[in-house]
């Protein structure tokens, strides 16, 4: 009998000392960093009202908790300058260590694709740089892709925790967070942990928080609706399933080229004189049709010889914003679902007729550019011994459905939601001190970058007021050049995304990295996130750490005068003088007058200054640089570092408005 009441006490005790061991966030593991000089947080759960004692290696300090009725504590253990590696232990009379902890600086590295960018990604360098990443004082953290509707405590990692930076560790991890963290640690000489959060495509608003959205009238019911959605994860997929299913129905339905399922406009017989022109490769938003979404028809007739045609040819469109249907002489050679494919198809031989022949395409954009895009030699016919026939140039178009009166479905569970990333990918890491964040988006709120130039502002307040660090640096990238190079000047939706960001720099402890002459026309992933990553640095050597020798940006637009046919631009941060970067003559600037037009320009350098003129622009009022998807650009600074897009004016752009 004694024996059994002795095994049921044993069992008790073990049961309760199960019970009561401690447990900590996902994120509070083995190799992290912690911010140096600093009250860093600490948290867990341990049993209901259970004493937990923190100690501290690097001083020996212990810090006794006290659990609550749920069994979580929290408190806070101060850092020394950088060092280490150091231990953790939590006890609530059984010992929990962390060990290989390192002091240092602690920055957040967030945004959209070009962030997530992983540095397995970056080319013919990939391979080298991650061989060399053995960097044992440099630590990284790679969250998960996820989200949700409401905030959440617990991370969900990629990876299982904090790693010691290393050719495995780094593989996937974020570029630009990694060149940047590098380039810290090599010049402050401390540990630096990166924490990456980032998903490809998204909005600034869903990495906002709800409360800081609910001020803004366009959010407030999209966020209303989504915290009161009940509906399983399920159920929101099958009901998006349908709604799509019932919407590509009614666009079908909708489309006049077609007519009882027949592809009316695409017969080679069609009339389309009517039809207006279009000029391809291009988007139809920074032409033809600004701000449309929806699906627009082309056709181009083009003669074939004898000669040319005897075999099979192959047809090359480039990419096609988002998808595509093809025809050749109304008969379908193919269609792809995806804007950044290249399309190539197919044509059999017994579909081409000697003489006139009629190509047509029918492109469906679902939102953002819309159109053909890519090089002009691109977009070509090929036969069998390699002769080509050109399409690049004046087709004609017609639109046939509008979705601002028929409205794509959203999905109710995917990440482009207000403040659902924020909620499952930086609420669980708000305890966490941090240095600074480093961000690269903007490109999915290209379209609305006039209210980008609030929103974007009031997320690095959202953050420094979630983090509960006020002074929390923010220091982000500027869009890089990206799409066709266009001739004239234009409207761009990109560099009213651009100028909305420069404006930002007015919030203070914001800085920003200039990417305009490192991104590519045909990739809006530019490989290059070596020198995006460092010019991020330059911005936290020189505004968070205070090295004011560093030269962390190129030429800032500061003020203008105008005399006669003039206009005089002056500058921040010319470093020892204004230059081209190749030593040719300036290039990117254009002029307007009253009438709002504006002219290629010539512009010439004048000590720190640039004058800006052209011959059929008599009275000027405004200038803008570098003002287009993919500006021809040259302008630099002492150290080479490029002169940020600008304008002079404020005229309402093709993005005002749009919510």
């Known amino acids: 009998?004694?024996?059994?009441?002795?095994?049921?006490?044993?069992?008790?005790?073990?049961?309760?000392?199960?019970?009561g061991k401690v447990t900590l966030p996902s994120i509070l593991t083995d190799n992290m960093v912690l911010q140096q000089k600093e009250k860093v947080n600490l948290w867990g759960k341990a049993a209901p009202n259970a004493k937990v004692t923190i100690t501290t290696s690097w001083d020996n300090q212990k810090y006794p908790l006290q659990a609550g009725d749920e069994g979580k504590f929290e408190g806070t253990v101060n850092t020394p300058s950088y060092g280490g590696p150091y231990s953790i232990s939590f006890d609530d009379g059984e010992v929990l260590t962390l060990n290989n902890i390192l002091i240092g600086e602690v920055w957040i590295c967030s945004g959209q694709s070009n962030m997530q960018f992983a540095m397995r990604e970056i080319g013919n360098q990939a391979e080298q740089e991650i061989n060399a990443a053995n960097y044992p004082n440099i630590r990284v953290l790679r969250l998960s892709m996820a989200a949700s509707n409401v905030p959440m405590t617990e991370a969900k990692l990629d990876g299982g925790g904090w790693a010691v930076c290393s050719p495995q560790s780094i593989r996937d991890f974020s570029a630009v967070g990694y060149f940047f963290g590098r380039e810290l640690n090599q010049k402050l000489n401390v540990p630096i942990g990166l924490i990456e959060s980032s998903w490809g495509g998204t909005i600034s608003e869903a990495w906002t928080s709800g409360n800081t959205l609910k001020?803004?009238?366009?959010?407030?019911?999209?966020?209303?609706?989504?915290?009161?959605?009940?509906?399983?994860?399920?159920?929101?997929?099958?009901?998006?399933?349908?709604?799509?299913?019932?919407?590509?129905?009614?666009?079908?339905?909708t489309d006049a080229?077609?007519?009882?399922?027949?592809?009316?406009?695409?017969?080679?017989?069609?009339?389309?004189e009517n039809w207006k022109n279009i000029e391809l490769p291009g988007f139809w938003e920074s032409s033809v049709l600004p701000s449309f979404d929806g699906v627009v028809w082309m056709r181009?007739?083009?003669?074939?010889?004898?000669?040319?045609?005897?075999?099979?040819?192959?047809?090359?469109?480039?990419?096609?914003?988002?998808?595509?249907?093809?025809?050749f002489n109304g008969v379908e050679v193919g269609r792809t679902e995806g804007w950044n494919t290249n399309r190539t198809y197919k044509i059999p031989a017994k579909l081409i007729k000697n003489g006139e022949n009629t190509i047509t395409i029918r492109a469906f954009d679902t939102g953002g550019n819309g159109g053909v895009h890519g090089n002009a030699d691109g977009l070509k016919l090929i036969n069998?011994?390699?002769a080509i026939i050109q399409l690049a140039g004046t087709w004609k178009y017609k639109t046939a459905v509008n979705f601002a009166e028929l409205p794509t479905p959203q999905l109710q569970n995917g990440p482009n939601r207000p403040s659902v990333l924020y909620n499952a990918m930086i609420n669980p890491l708000t305890k966490v001190r941090l240095k600074g964040a480093i961000w690269y988006q903007g490109e999915s709120n290209a379209s609305r970058a006039d209210q980008y130039r609030t929103i974007f502002p009031a997320l690095i307040r959202d953050w420094r007021t979630q983090f509960n660090n006020p002074d929390l640096y923010f220091l982000y990238v500027q869009l890089a050049n990206f799409m066709q190079r266009k001739n004239e000047p234009g409207d761009s939706e990109w560099a009213e995304l651009r100028d909305a960001q420069l404006q930002t720099l007015k919030v203070p402890n914001t800085g920003m990295a200039l990417a305009i002459d490192i991104g590519e026309a045909a990739d809006i992933h530019p490989k290059n996130k070596l020198d995006v990553g460092k010019r991020l640095a330059l911005a936290a050597l020189a505004k968070t750490y205070g090295q004011t020798s560093v030269v962390y940006s190129g030429p800032i637009y500061k003020s203008f005068v105008k005399a006669g046919k003039e206009i005089t631009i002056s500058f921040d941060h010319i470093n020892d003088g204004l230059k081209t970067r190749d030593g040719s003559a300036v290039k990117g600037f254009?002029?307007?007058?009253?009438?709002?037009?504006?002219?290629?320009?010539?512009?010439?350098?004048?000590?720190?200054?640039?004058?800006?003129?052209?011959?059929?622009?008599?009275?000027?009022?405004?200038?803008?640089?570098?003002?287009?998807?993919?500006?021809?650009c040259n302008l630099v600074n002492g150290a080479g570092l490029p002169a940020s897009p600008f304008r002079t004016d404020n005229w309402k752009g093709i993005t005002f408005g749009k919510k």
Request: with cysteine; hydrophobic share 40%; proline share 2%.
């Open 215 to 253: 001020r803004f009238s366009e959010f407030q019911q999209a966020v209303k609706q989504m915290q009161s959605d009940n509906r399983t994860p399920d159920q929101v997929l099958s009901d998006y399933t349908q709604a799509q299913k019932d919407w590509f129905t009614k666009v079908q339905s």
């Open 590 to 632: 254009t002029i307007a007058g009253k009438d709002q037009k504006f002219k290629n320009a010539n512009a010439i350098i004048k000590g720190n200054q640039v004058v800006v003129s052209a011959a059929d622009v008599s009275e000027p009022i405004a200038v803008r640089y570098a003002w287009a998807d993919n500006p021809e």
């Open 1 to 19: 009998m004694k024996r059994c009441v002795y095994l049921l006490i044993l069992l008790i005790s073990v049961g309760f000392a199960a019970n």
């Open 384 to 386: 069998s011994s390699g």
């Open 257 to 272: 080229g077609f007519y009882d399922n027949r592809a009316v406009w695409a017969a080679s017989d069609f009339n389309d």
């Open 300 to 327: 181009k007739k083009i003669n074939i010889g004898s000669d040319f045609a005897v075999s099979d040819l192959t047809i090359h469109l480039e990419q096609i914003d988002d998808n595509d249907i093809v025809w």
